[in-house]
């Protein structure tokens, strides 16, 4: 696992290929078309899922990095479906982070439609922070990224997104994206964390949410964002999204 | 103002002509469809409105109402953009509670883009508890609606929906009921309580937000709303909406 | 584990017996009342209560399903006391659930008194979902119940139930069926979840809690529970709970 | 409105006669019974009850002050089912503020079952400000009660109380008040803020409840209050309230 | 009230004069500094402060304005105190804001220790809301804010602020202009939002505020702000404010 | 682990040496000083700390300790950085506990900067809970503390401090305890849960951030708590924390 040759602006780090993409796919490709070096980290290969094999998921996974302009990508090979915030597991996602030194890393919400989404967001943050000690029997120099930022995208819980990334340039390539996903999202109505919306195919069912997410700045499409931490505003006059 | 034949099953109270076509028209279709007594009370004539008068708001509204399927439309003609929820605005409105006895009234949402919406949630609230009060020196004998529901459609508040109504067999006529409103909705991005996609129009940007509130109960559309009470289910193995 | 006859209308998941009696026995009385198929998960055997021991446990719960009228009762024989949301564990819950096929599963809150309760809840909830997985290990064909209940009776957080259940006519019932555990309830103020009341006796502090919240829903006695999702109304004219 | 002869300890102000026994009657007695000085200033008359005539009402309130051990109970004579939080009736509370000077001030919590309650929330919060200052053309000398509390029994919002009043050794004498009212509790099953516990009489559904608050604090009876601010601890050690 | 040359870029309306320095007096000096159009519009003149005149608060308003770098300060002649949100009240300010043209309006947060601050907050989103309407009689051109931003500085609710401004470099000059305000400030402990730490000088406690919600950006000084919108970021790796 | 003498009435339980200090120095001076019997059982050594050794922190926890007039210091000897809440190490914090029989168990808040404070938190309420059960395989007699509280300093959640202790007169003393950990507080601007304040030094940061919290009681300095249980209030006019 050699370092890369520079480091990463944004590093995504998800439980199953694929969630990069419904989660935040076009605020990736958005930064990747601006020249930003952008990551992702599976940290399964999806070899629960009822369709397709590990390898036919690679296979599409690998097709959709070539598509977003992923600098990186790469499987962290932790089980499906058994995902654990164990102390192997943490070592395992610390020594990536030293490896790809990310400056911004992306992950799930704290509350998932299914477990490895919820364990994944708590095994990442505890790994960016682990990533930084000295003393961590792990490969690679210490490095800690700056800040950790949760995709919200599908959550019903209550909490609004802090921030929304207008993807309205985005929204077509996105969808296309998912489209290279045939063996998990062809003919389906869910998947992930996307609810269905009756027999609305999961395409167009992940298209109005982006629209409704997009709502909440005013724009066509967007794709919301929690942090844990209150934002820096540097001039205020130059805040966006309309109050009335 | 003399009583209705029958008590009303529903009563939507709003703000403006319009209003509740946009938070909550698919529910009144889908009732009054049943043979509900369903009704409409506009608080104002919407006669400040940049666009039309109210005598042309309310030949839209009359032709609404007679699509919705109202058993009664009525306006309380208190004045628009300047809703107070002071007495003699709280006698007015007891007296329509009092003439039109609805089981159940719907209103606006505690907070609103409007200032109008959130007075008139409270002067509603308060106007339902007054209009039972044996010695209130209003017309019409002591009623009060046995519950108050919030429309809470494109609000971005935090709280989620309490539950929604599946509209998905009325999303096609509440859209075409809105359409109807040639003077607030034509050519429009955002009006009410809608927030602009962009330059998606009124009508495309209404369907998309259904599309998302019929996602949390996992059909094609839906309308939200919220109580302030607990809800009672009588057998729990009946509830619907999938967890996973 | 051989699959039972039919499936479950309803199967609550908890971590020690008595506890489904003290959280939602009320609810399971009605349902099985109205012919609902009914059962019991236990996960442990209370191996650990100070009073009482696995086997004496064993049968007052026995003797409670006879009088709840519960088509099935079972235990998983997991560690009280030391409960864990291992995949072992996880798997040994799946077993259970593709036997018995409940659509509806109730279980602990998200937060408790007792820390197995708390793992009670995330146990639960992500073995619903892994049994559906076809790839899963585990015996038996793919099921996922429908909908994850959760009994919030006697705790103190302040998310306060999204619905009540009706039990005043099970109420006594309710409280024969507690007076069963004699190990666990004679000559106690406080049990489970149950907090004191000074030195008021157990089944009489239970009685005063069912009493508070069946004021939530303006009857003698009920049962309070939270879901994760929206709830959905068929036709809002028929609900009830009065606001004032 | 001459200033009494020392200031209260304690100043309950509520909306209609019969509310501060209601919400605090128990807390009442209890520091009455420690020789602090306690009053009431009910805010209104009552005049509006669907039971009762304001002298009627007037005569119950009086008893009740006798058997509570109040050193002082006003009516600030302003109109029920129509109070207000303007500027005459700020004054109104401020001059009687100004005469009783209260340490603490108990009132309604921020939002109720009955209009007037949630008026008179902010009414007395902002009377309670205003009554310090120099300039404030209101008779008497300046005075600020040092705190502003909320009696928050019988209402379903999600907060929890800050703090409950153990009154276990008041609660009969508690009912025995409230039996005074004959014209407002007698036969009936509501009241004020309290809700029903189906055809449950009302003073045995205020034991109901009472004997919940009380569960918070671990004994047989309670009453729930809310404060604005954070508490000051001055020993952690001598803290009561047992975990679990 | 003419118009001014040019829009303003920010508006600060506040109560009182000094309210504008205390909640937000850095992040004004920052954007003034920057060569932003600032503005301060005092709703009252203070005159019910206990010290100092109409006319001495006036003259220090004046000198802060200089100190700041303000294109404009005004104040609506409301009364202090006693200020209404009442339809006289919101055309007045709505006047304002049409000669101003602000695209930004700072304001109080929505809820206050004084009463005035509270209302302020409601008044102001009002009038911002009412100001765009054509058939609004009052004088000027229709006009709307882009956005409204409560100033949360001191207020000790649970609500963290969404962003900080960093006023490191402006911390010195913050307190420069508020010793301006000798009537208020000198030899004082607390004023306006700002609670006391035992007996620290205003200015001192005014310091050590600013400290803890810089700590929240991570850097010396800040102002806190809320907005009720999502925020919208452009760039996802630019994010600042680290979190560990 | 033999007990000691007497029972401790105040036991914090922190994760590395100097995180009591930190969290709630100040109060367990405080407490220390009026003879109480107050203990700290550190977690971890803190080996993995980059500066200091476990040898090195030890002899500084071991100074200050003295210096706060501790009846009792022990370290559980758990993994630094890999803290987990298994049942082996709850076993080995509840022999702590049945050991030293504290009254107040003082630990983390449920969310932490740094992972291992967050898993703290829930190992020691639940080792609270399981010391006292008869049947646990664990050395020494049964024993629950009567209270858990969190001590909630620095962190930046959003829920507010239930209660604070006034530190005022034990500032100076808390922050010369903190400078004997040298190896771990000289020339650094952040620690533990300490978040920067730009280059301010961490002393100093410290000091800003307890002049916050007294100000939530009106005081200098303050720490802050909260608990999971509502508070009990024996006399309502002897609360202290003005609201004005």
Not at 128 to 143: H, I, N, Q, R, T
Request: charged residues 25%; negative net charge; contains cysteine.
């Amino acid at each position: 696992m050699p370092a890369s040759d520079a480091p990463l602006d944004i590093l995504a780090i998800m439980a199953h290929p694929d969630d990069a993409e419904l989660l935040c796919g076009g605020t990736l490709i958005k930064s990747a078309g601006r020249g930003k070096r952008v990551g992702v980290l599976d940290l399964t290969a999806g070899e629960m899922g009822s369709s397709g094999s590990a390898a036919t998921r690679g296979r599409e996974a690998t097709a959709a990095a070539g598509q977003i302009g992923l600098a990186e990508r790469r499987c962290a090979g932790l089980p499906d479906s058994a995902l654990e915030n164990d102390n192997e597991s943490r070592h395992i996602v610390a020594e990536h982070i030293r490896a790809l030194r990310p400056s911004i890393v992306i992950t799930h919400w704290k509350v998932g439609r299914h477990r490895d989404h919820r364990i994944a967001a708590e095994l990442v943050r505890d790994a960016c922070f682990l990533s930084a000690l000295k003393k961590l029997d792990v490969p690679g120099e210490p490095f800690r990224p700056r800040k950790l930022v949760y995709a919200t995208a599908f959550r019903e819980d209550a909490d609004p997104p802090d921030f929304v990334v207008n993807i309205s340039d985005q929204i077509e390539r996105k969808l296309d994206v998912l489209a290279l996903y045939t063996t998990q999202f062809d003919g389906v109505t869910q998947a992930g964390e996307v609810y269905p919306g009756g027999d609305r195919g999961l395409l167009q069912q992940v298209r109005v949410q982006m629209a409704h997410y997009g709502s909440l700045i005013r724009v066509p499409y967007g794709e919301p964002f929690r942090v844990d931490e209150a934002m820096e505003v540097n001039e205020i006059s130059s805040l966006g999204v309309s109050t009335y």
